[in-house]
């Protein structure tokens, strides 16, 4: 009875621009995740809302995100309790065998020669030592470390935390073995092979990393990290095999787009299904409570993926539709939907394009979206930004809901484009705006050794180069995702062409000025 209440609530009420207002039962009884994490901040928020109620309903957050913080603070003066965090337990044999390796790590380090006791240990237990050791510790063990050594120890996965301490650290000994070919079954990871081997590329050691990618590659658990190794490996050692294995991969991404361009290939773009425009029985897209229950789902391991799908096979529910496809395939196939196109249509085709890439990556097109950080809808627009829009578009009653209303989100998000394509002219830069602020990307294409054409590799080492990785990552798919559909919507773009101008700031952005 109780979910139909709170159905009632949210179907009652249209998107009228009037900000609504919340209880604590309605709060209290939705379920647990970061939609209802979104309404509890709006429930502290509200005036009519008591210190002993907020103290109370924070409790039933699933995470607390700084909006939350700053919510509760401003309301009770005090910082919010932490959610319980789950504590990993450790058996009686575990614990005992952690303080073995903890009294040899403090034996070895208090001997006469420590570098000598630690050598006679196991290569796996000589790593444990050295990342136990501290700081101080560390500086004593390093020494010129010999291939040979470095081959013995790669084989074991602490061989990563070395990695990692001896760049951390500075440490000079060991710094060796970034110039040393690691065993070939060694236990580096993914993310530790690729950064040796953008190391080795800038030393000029080519085909050390060309190595080094090749074997990332091998070690990659998602198919776009995989098809990242294989296009380094066949920039850093010329090896058109990678470029083959390339375009055999099921994911159209940066790589595998730029692979085809290197082979004078077709691009695959994807599929975008043309779906009845029927009513889906007893679902709201605009109801993010319901997209949660949908979301558990089509996650369960019992569901039946191919009769969900069915059922929201509606082009009003595409978004659901493509991702049910999308997770019961395992990415497989690739889906670019291109939806309501009555308001697209009489946007020129880049907009377009922009606005169904950044959709893409930022919701797959699910119209009540919340993300971990209260970025609402299918555009995942932040409140504070709605709350700026909102003054741009002359709107001042609008209430934050109204953003799960697909129209009204492209609505938000194609006037934030219109500011930040003043100044931006090319989709990467724009994209990293649009994920990071156009402050991150103002200083990040201004920066000497970014975009500026000077290494043989630019600019994909340049779009490697970007500090964030969060925006690193998004710039890359919305650029794919924007390619994919400019020749959706006819026009015959390359990605190898548009990439050929980002060094050129009088086609790409206003911040950076030539050089007389």
Not at 411 to 430: E, M
Request: aromatic share 12%.
């Amino acid at each position: 009875m109780m979910r139909r209440v709170i159905l009632l609530f949210f179907l009652l009420l249209p998107l009228s621009g009037i900000a609504k207002s919340f209880t604590y039962a309605q709060i209290h009884t939705m379920p647990k995740g970061v939609e209802k994490d979104y309404y509890i901040w709006r429930y502290i928020r509200q005036k009519s809302t008591t210190k002993a109620q907020a103290a109370k309903i924070i409790r039933e957050a699933s995470a607390v995100n700084s909006s939350l913080k700053r919510a509760y603070r401003k309301k009770t003066g005090r910082t919010p309790p932490r959610p319980p965090r789950r504590i990993r337990h450790l058996s009686a044999a575990q614990k005992k065998a952690l303080a073995d390796k903890e009294r040899i790590t403090l034996r070895v380090l208090s001997a006469p020669h420590p570098l000598k006791a630690w050598k006679k240990l196991s290569p796996s237990m000589r790593l444990f030592v050295f990342s136990h050791a501290g700081k101080k510790g560390r500086r004593v063990l390093d020494h010129p470390i010999s291939e040979k050594e470095w081959q013995l120890l790669s084989r074991y996965g602490g061989a990563n935390l070395m990695l990692y301490y001896t760049r951390k650290e500075c440490l000079p000994g060991l710094s060796r073995i970034l110039h040393y070919y690691p065993a070939k079954g060694n236990a580096l990871r993914y993310d530790y092979l690729m950064r040796l081997g953008f190391e080795a590329l800038e030393r000029r050691e080519k085909e050390l990393a060309a190595y080094d990618f090749a074997r990332a590659a091998e070690r990659a658990r998602k198919r776009e990290d995989a098809d990242r190794g294989l296009f380094w490996a066949w920039k850093a050692g010329g090896d058109k095999r990678m470029l083959k294995r390339l375009v055999k991969s099921y994911d159209i991404n940066l790589y595998t787009l730029a692979a085809r361009d290197a082979l004078g290939m077709k691009y695959d773009l994807g599929i975008t299904p043309t779906l009845p425009d029927r009513p889906v029985k007893g679902f709201d897209i605009r109801d993010p409570l319901q997209w949660h229950r949908l979301k558990a789902q089509i996650f369960s391991p019992k569901i039946d993926h191919a009769r969900l799908a069915e059922r929201f096979r509606s082009a009003k529910t595409v978004g659901h539709y493509t991702y049910i496809k999308t997770k019961a395939g395992r990415d497989i196939p690739q889906y670019f939907p291109m939806p309501y196109r009555d308001f697209m249509k009489n946007l020129p085709i880049k907009r377009q394009a922009i606005l169904y890439a950044i959709a893409r990556q930022e919701s797959r097109f699910i119209p009540a979206s919340v993300s971990g950080s209260f970025a609402l809808g299918m555009m995942q627009i932040m409140p504070f930004l709605v709350d700026h829009l909102k003054k741009q578009r002359h709107e001042p009653q609008i209430d934050y809901d109204d953003l799960f209303d697909p129209v009204t989100a492209l609505k938000y998000a194609n006037t934030h484009l219109d500011y930040l394509t003043s100044w931006l002219h090319h989709p990467l830069f724009v994209a990293y705006a649009y994920n990071a602020g156009i402050g991150f990307t103002k200083r990040l294409i201004r920066r000497k050794d970014l975009f500026e054409n000077r290494s043989p590799y630019d600019p994909w080492l340049s779009i490697e180069k970007v500090g964030n990785n969060q925006a690193n990552e998004y710039g890359k798919r919305v650029l794919s995702n924007y390619v994919i559909y400019m020749n959706k919507l006819g026009y015959p773009l390359r990605l190898t062409d548009l990439l050929s101008v980002v060094h050129r700031p009088e086609l790409t952005d206003r911040f950076r000025r030539r050089q007389p």
